[in-house]
T-cell receptor, first 114, second 109 residues
Framework: DVKVTQSSRYLVKRTGEKVFLECVQD?????MFWYRQDPGLGLRLIYF???????EKGDIPEGYSVSREKKERFSLILESASTNQTSMYLC?????????????FGEGSRLTVL | GQNIDQPTEMTATEGAIVQINCTYQ??????LFWYQQHAGEAPTFLSY??LDGLEEKGRFSSFLSRSKGYSYLLLKELQMKDSASYLC??????????WGAGTKLIIKP
C-alpha cells in the first residue's frame, strides 16, 4: 500500500515563526500536492509538483513556498506564519500525470498559529 | 467560476440506503471522484466516473450524468463505520481537482 507520511500531526506556532511541514511518500509517485482544509470549504490547492525540483502554484500560494529536492519528499514552508494560516494541511501524491485524480493522502498536519 | 455543490450534512439509519448528490460547474471535465474522510483522518479514494452511468463497487455505487453536471454516491446497507464526510471532486480541463466542501454523513442505530 502507498504510504504518505507527514512529519507532524499537531503543531502550535507563534505569529512570525517559520514553519516546515514535511511529507514523504514511499511508492515512487511522480506527483505531489499540498492542500489546506478548512471547515465549510473544499480542499484548496497550495502548491503541487510533477517532478523533482519542479513546483507549480495552486489556487492559494500566497504566504507559502515549497521544496522538492528528492522525488519522495515534498516540503511546505510558511516563511512567516500568520493566524489566518491556522488550518489542517494535507499532503497527497499520485502516480503520474494520467492519474492526477486518484490521490493518496497523508494523515494531515493540524497547525495552530497564535 | 468553478463550483461543486453537495449537501453539508445528511442523516441516515443503519441498514438503510442513502444517496449523496453532487452538482458541478467546471471549466472542462476529465472525471469525477468521490473520497471518504473519517473524522481526524486522511481522505481515501472511493470511486471514479468519466463516462455517463453507474459504477458499482460493493455496497457503494457512483453515478454520473455529464450533460446535467450531476453525480451521486449511493451507499447501501449502511453500517456505523460509514459515518464520515464524503468529498466530491472534478478533474477540470487543466487536470486540476476542484473539490466540494464535503457531505457529513451521520448514521444512527
Amino acid at each position: 500500500d502507498v504510504k504518505v507520511t507527514q512529519s507532524s500531526r499537531y503543531l502550535v506556532k507563534r505569529t512570525g515563526e517559520k514553519v516546515f511541514l514535511e511529507c514523504v511518500q514511499d511508492m515512487d509517485h511522480e506527483n505531489m500536492f499540498w492542500y489546506r482544509q478548512d471547515p465549510g470549504l473544499g480542499l484548496r490547492l497550495i502548491y503541487f509538483s510533477y517532478d523533482v525540483k519542479m513546483k507549480e502554484k495552486g489556487d492559494i500560494p500566497e504566504g507559502y513556498s515549497v521544496s522538492r529536492e528528492k522525488k519522495e519528499r515534498f516540503s511546505l514552508i510558511l516563511e512567516s506564519a500568520s493566524t489566518n494560516q491556522t488550518s489542517m494541511y494535507l499532503c497527497a501524491s499520485s502516480l503520474s500525470a494520467e492519474n492526477t485524480g486518484e490521490l493518496f493522502f497523508g494523515e494531515g498536519s493540524r497547525l495552530t498559529v497564535l | 467560476g468553478q463550483n461543486i455543490d453537495q449537501p453539508t450534512e445528511m442523516t441516515a439509519t443503519e441498514g438503510a440506503i442513502v444517496q449523496i448528490n453532487c452538482t458541478y460547474q467546471t471549466s472542462g471535465f476529465n472525471g469525477l471522484f468521490w473520497y471518504q474522510q473519517h473524522a481526524g483522518e486522511a481522505p481515501t479514494f472511493l470511486s471514479y466516473n468519466v463516462l455517463d452511468g453507474l459504477e458499482e463497487k460493493g455496497r457503494f455505487s457512483s453515478f454520473l450524468s455529464r450533460s446535467k453536471g450531476y453525480s451521486y454516491l449511493l451507499l447501501k446497507e449502511l453500517q456505523m463505520k460509514d459515518s464520515a464526510s464524503y468529498l466530491c471532486a472534478v478533474l477540470d480541463s487543466n487536470y486540476q481537482l476542484i473539490w466540494g466542501a464535503g457531505t457529513k454523513l451521520i448514521i444512527k442505530p
